[in-house]
């Protein structure tokens, strides 16, 4: 199965790599994905149920947003839109030499939740935003969700040539209003739609406020290889049964044997969860801390002859 629809092998990676570098910094792709892939890629970030004590990886709850921060672990088409290789054409035209991964997720958007206009040529220290950095990068974010007025993908062409005048880690919502408001670019586009932006351009999800409204959304940046920053990147987990051509370049692409410090985005606990996550973990855990409690008490009044004759009553089958 194409992850992608067939226009999207007709591209041409050099003119992307140009619109990218010397033209608006961004290019887009409208109603890209093929459709079966988008299913598979949407059943990822249903939360089928809170990750307690679970050896698998899944869905995390931080601030009322689902995420799922290990698409290449789960995700065949997620894994395949990553390594395309109209992919990796794009990024060998737009970059000079290596480059790599540096972080995938797919994530739900929330009502009144403020993204302030940013790049995203950040350098960490752990969990820490540490600067700025001046190396390429491309950030490629797909629609899962129609997207018209309400929260759209919002950049300012043209911002990669001067953004690093600033080296702040966001840039103020009055600063955008006065000086660039009129420049502005919502991205209205479909579902199955892609944005490549160049990773200094300032953009951000419009700010909304319509409960209920969920996009969603999946994205990968990839940057090219730090030397003076080992360790660039987030710490990734890929399914090594997704890695059906295992060429150098694919798995270097990957960061195979390359050191990634960042710790998976977003940092979630408990702590992280809102009172009716907490409510409806409660109520699963609760029956089953019930249904402990009685078998301990049984254990202990029961003689041991009687709880044998238990076990093997209600022992599975062989
Ligand atoms: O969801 C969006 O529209 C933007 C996401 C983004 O810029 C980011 O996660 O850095
Ligand atoms: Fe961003």
Same mark, same amino acid.
């Given at each position: 199965?194409?992850?992608?629809?067939?226009?999207?092998?007709?591209?041409?990676?050099?003119?992307?790599?140009?619109?990218? !570098? !010397?033209?608006?910094?961004?290019?887009?792709?409208?109603?890209?994905?093929?459709?079966?892939?988008?299913?598979?890629?949407?059943?990822?970030?249903?939360?089928?149920?809170?990750?307690?004590?679970?050896?698998?990886?899944?869905?995390?709850?931080?601030?009322?947003?689902?995420?799922?921060?290990? &698409?290449?672990?789960?995700?065949?088409?997620?894994?395949?839109?990553? !390594?395309?290789? $109209?992919?990796?054409?794009?990024?060998?035209?737009?970059?000079?030499?290596?480059?790599?991964?540096?972080?995938?997720?797919?994530?739900?958007?929330?009502? =009144?939740?403020?993204?302030?206009?940013?790049?995203?040529?950040?350098?960490?220290?752990?969990?820490?935003?540490?600067? $700025?950095?001046?190396?390429?990068?491309?950030?490629?974010?797909?629609?899962?969700?129609?997207?018209?007025?309400?929260?759209?993908?919002?950049?300012?062409?043209?911002?990669? $040539?001067?953004?690093?005048?600033?080296?702040?880690?966001?840039?103020?919502?009055?600063?955008?209003?006065?000086?660039?408001?009129?420049?502005?670019?919502?991205?209205?586009?479909?579902?199955?739609?892609?944005?490549?932006?160049? !990773?200094?351009?300032?953009?951000?999800? =419009?700010?909304?406020?319509?409960?209920?409204?969920?996009?969603?959304?999946?994205?990968?940046?990839?940057?090219?290889?730090?030397?003076?920053?080992?360790?660039?990147?987030?710490?990734?987990?890929?399914?090594?049964?997704?890695?059906?051509? &295992?060429?150098?370049?694919?798995?270097?692409?990957?960061?195979?044997?390359?050191?990634?410090?960042?710790?998976?985005?977003?940092?979630?606990?408990?702590?992280?969860?809102?009172?009716?996550?907490?409510?409806?973990?409660?109520?699963?855990?609760?029956? $089953?801390?019930?249904?402990?409690?009685?078998?301990?008490?049984?254990?202990?009044?029961?003689?041991?002859?009687?709880?044998?004759?238990?076990?093997?009553?209600?022992?599975?089958?062989?």
């Amino acid at each position: 199965m194409d992850v992608y629809r067939a226009a999207f092998n007709s591209c041409n990676p050099i003119e992307i790599a140009q619109a990218l !570098t !010397t033209g608006d910094g961004y290019y887009l792709f409208e109603d890209i994905i093929a459709e079966d892939a988008l299913a598979e890629i949407l059943s990822c970030i249903e939360l089928k149920e809170y990750l307690v004590n679970n050896n698998n990886v899944g869905v995390v709850r931080a601030s009322s947003m689902n995420f799922h921060s290990h &698409t290449l672990a789960v995700s065949k088409c997620c894994y395949d839109l990553v !390594t395309h290789e $109209k992919v990796r054409a794009i990024c060998s035209s737009f970059f000079a030499g290596p480059h790599k991964i540096s972080n995938q997720r797919i994530f739900e958007t929330h009502t =009144k939740a403020h993204m302030p206009w940013h790049t995203d040529n950040n350098l960490q220290d752990g969990n820490t935003f540490k600067g $700025k950095h001046e190396l390429p990068g491309i950030l490629f974010l797909f629609y899962l969700s129609d997207v018209s007025e309400i929260n759209p993908f919002q950049l300012i062409p043209g911002s990669h $040539k001067w953004s690093a005048q600033h080296n702040q880690r966001f840039f103020a919502d009055k600063y955008i209003d006065q000086t660039h408001s009129a420049d502005i670019v919502s991205v209205q586009a479909p579902k199955g739609s892609l944005i490549l932006c160049n !990773t200094h351009l300032i953009h951000r999800a =419009k700010p909304f406020d319509v409960p209920g409204f969920k996009r969603k959304t999946f994205l990968f940046q990839i940057d090219a290889l730090f030397e003076n920053h080992l360790g660039h990147g987030e710490q990734l987990l890929i399914n090594p049964s997704f890695v059906d051509n &295992t060429d150098p370049a694919i798995l270097s692409y990957l960061g195979f044997g390359l050191k990634a410090s960042y710790p998976t985005f977003p940092q979630t606990s408990v702590a992280t969860m809102s009172l009716q996550d907490l409510w409806l973990l409660q109520k699963n855990i609760l029956p $089953k801390t019930i249904r402990g409690l009685a078998l301990s008490v049984l254990k202990k009044a029961l003689p041991s002859t009687a709880l044998i004759r238990l076990k093997n009553l209600t022992a599975p089958k062989p």
